[in-house]
């Protein structure tokens, strides 16, 4: 019922920026949270940042500082600022929310398709 897609990932030198975005649609009735999470080969999937629909945030200790998530709830969209970008930064970013739909009586999660992204000289 709730598709998120994402965008925004590619090939970037280290040291430049990247700006991923994730869009929900579909029957999306509220959102109250929205986040990115990373995952590199044969490793756990991590969390990146989150934001909720009143605008507070979290960040992993290893992205602060670097990273910035925004929203733009008119949107359904999340935003994920990538700065300072490091080798180590390559790796699958999905798209989570957790939404209620219309005619559901609760929330669950949603996972875009991920978008790769790829830091290399």
């Known amino acids: 019922q709730v598709q998120l897609v994402e965008s925004g990932g590619g090939l970037v030198q280290p040291g430049g920026s990247l700006r991923l975005s994730c869009a929900a649609s579909?029957?999306?009735?509220?959102?109250?949270?929205m986040g990115w999470y990373r995952q590199h080969p044969g490793k756990q999937r991590e969390l990146v940042a989150i934001?909720?629909?009143?605008?507070?945030?979290n960040y992993a200790d290893s992205m602060q500082g670097r990273f910035t998530i925004t929203s733009d709830n008119t949107k359904n969209t999340v935003y994920l600022q990538m700065n300072s970008l490091t080798p180590e930064d390559t790796a699958v970013y999905y798209c989570?929310?957790?939404?209620?739909?219309?005619?559901?009586?609760?929330?669950?999660?949603?996972w875009g398709q991920g978008t790769q992204v790829t830091v290399s000289s």
């Open positions: 934001i909720t629909s009143g605008g507070s945030t």
């Open positions: 989570n929310a957790h939404v209620r739909s219309f005619g559901s009586p609760s929330y669950r999660d949603y």
């Open positions: 579909g029957s999306v009735f509220r959102i109250n949270a």
